[in-house]
Nanobody, 114 residues
Framework: QVQLVESGGGLVQPGESLTLSCKTS????????MSWYRQAPGKEREPVAY????????DYAGSVEGRFTISRDSAKNTVYLQMNDLKPEDTAVYFC???????WGQGTQVIVSS
């Protein structure tokens, strides 16, 4: 039924950029807000960004505010996370998450290293 498939992760150097995608299916996309979480090795999973169902409201963790941008495309049922000025501390597996019912994607690995 509900599927969330992340893509776009990879290995980048500090200061570079990546854009992650979360392709969704199995539900009415525009009825739900969507979130990105991340989990670094040995650490708890933490929220990174949230966007409301209509895209009108967005929220970010303080550690990424000003560097990351969450967006959504209703025509493609896809949520994006544009990550600029990446830092080694951003290294983590990034997960797409749908609240209300609670659904997770499989995650995509981001490694920021020189």
């Amino acid at each position: 039924q509900v599927q969330l498939v992340e893509s776009g992760g990879g290995l980048v150097q500090p200061g570079e950029s990546l854009t992650l995608s979360c392709k969704t299916s199995g539900f009415t996309f525009n009825n739900f807000g969507m979130s990105w979480y991340r989990q670094a090795p040995g650490k708890e999973r933490e929220p990174v960004a949230y966007i409301s169902s209509d895209g009108g409201s967005r929220d970010y963790a303080g550690s990424v505010e000003g560097r990351f941008t969450i967006s959504r495309d209703s025509a493609k049922n896809t949520v994006y996370l544009q990550m600029n000025d990446l830092k080694p501390e951003d290294t983590a597996v990034y997960f797409c998450y749908r609240p209300l019912g609670t659904y997770w994607g499989q995650g995509t690995q981001v490694i920021v290293s020189s």
